[in-house]
T-cell receptor
Framework: DAGVIQSPRHEVTEMGQEVTLRCKPI?????LFWYRQTMMRGLELLIY????????DSGMPEDRFSAKMPNASFSTLKIQPSEPRDSAVYFC?????????????FGSGTRLTVV | TQLLEQSPQFLSIQEGENLTVYCNSS?????LQWYRQEPGEGPVLLVT?????EVKKLKRLTFQFGDARKDSSLHITAAQPGDTGLYLC?????????FGTGTSLTVIP
C-alpha cells in the first residue's frame, strides 16, 4: 500500500486565491481526518469523516474553509479566499475504526504558503 | 484548546543517554497514542495504550499509561541519533484524538 497520498506537497499562492488540497486515504480505511500544523498551535483537527460523512467540523476555522469526501478514496480541503494566516502544513490522515482499537496513518502533508 | 501538555518542550542529549518525555492532561482518555514526526513528514504511530497502568515496550522505547488514564510517559534507553524527531502524544475520545504540544528531541552523536 502506498499509504495516505496528499497533493500538492508544496503550494504557494497569493492572498485571495482559492486553494485546494487533495488526499487519497488508505484503501479500506473508513475514517479520514484533516489536520493543520503550525509552530504556535501544534496539530489541530479541522474536520473528520466516517464512511464519507462529515462527523465533526467544529475545528474548521471559518466559512472560508470547506471539505468534501465524494467517495471512499478521495477528499479535498478548500480554502477560498486564502489569507496569510492560513499558512501552515496541512495533513490528511486515515484510520480503520474497529471497536475503538485503531491508529492514524498520516500523509506527508501539504506545506501552504499564502503571500 | 490544548488538552494535553507535554514536557519538556525541547530536549537535546548526547547519544547513549536515557530520557523521559511526559504527557499530562486533566481529561480522562479511552486510549493514548504516541507518534514520532520527522522533518517534512507526517507523524508516524509508535504505540497505542488503552488500559490504565499499561506498559508497552518497543525495543529501546517504553511507554506507560497512567493508572487514571490522564497521563503517559515515554522513556528512551540509550538514545541514538535516529531517535531525533518530534514526539507527540494523542489522547483518544471516541473516534477523535487530541494531540499534545509535542517534544522536540535532538540526539547528538
Amino acid at each position: 500500500d502506498a499509504g495516505v497520498i496528499q497533493s500538492p506537497r508544496h503550494e504557494v499562492t497569493e492572498m485571495g486565491q482559492e486553494v485546494t488540497l487533495r488526499c487519497k486515504p488508505i484503501s479500506g480505511h473508513n475514517s479520514l481526518f484533516w489536520y493543520r500544523q503550525t509552530m504556535m498551535r501544534g496539530l489541530e483537527l479541522l474536520i473528520y469523516f466516517n464512511n464519507n460523512v462529515p462527523i465533526d467540523d467544529s475545528g474548521m476555522p471559518e466559512d472560508r474553509f470547506s471539505a468534501k469526501m465524494p467517495n471512499a478514496s478521495f477528499s479535498t480541503l478548500k480554502i477560498q479566499p486564502s489569507e496569510p494566516r492560513d499558512s501552515a502544513v496541512y495533513f490528511c490522515a486515515s484510520s480503520l475504526l474497529v471497536r475503538g482499537n485503531y491508529g492514524y496513518t498520516f500523509g506527508s502533508g501539504t506545506r501552504l504558503t499564502v503571500v | 484548546t490544548q488538552l494535553l501538555e507535554q514536557s519538556p518542550q525541547f530536549l537535546s542529549i548526547q547519544e547513549g543517554e536515557n530520557l523521559t518525555v511526559y504527557c499530562n492532561s486533566s481529561s480522562v482518555f479511552s486510549s493514548l497514542q504516541w507518534y514520532r514526526q520527522e522533518p517534512g513528514e507526517g507523524p508516524v504511530l509508535l504505540v497505542t495504550v488503552v488500559t490504565g497502568g499499561e506498559v508497552k515496550k518497543l525495543k529501546r522505547l517504553t511507554f506507560q499509561f497512567g493508572d487514571a488514564r490522564k497521563d503517559s510517559s515515554l522513556h528512551i534507553t540509550a538514545a541514538q541519533p535516529g531517535d531525533t524527531g518530534l514526539y507527540l502524544c494523542a489522547g483518544g475520545s471516541g473516534n477523535q484524538f487530541y494531540f499534545g504540544t509535542g517534544t522536540s528531541l535532538t540526539v547528538i552523536p
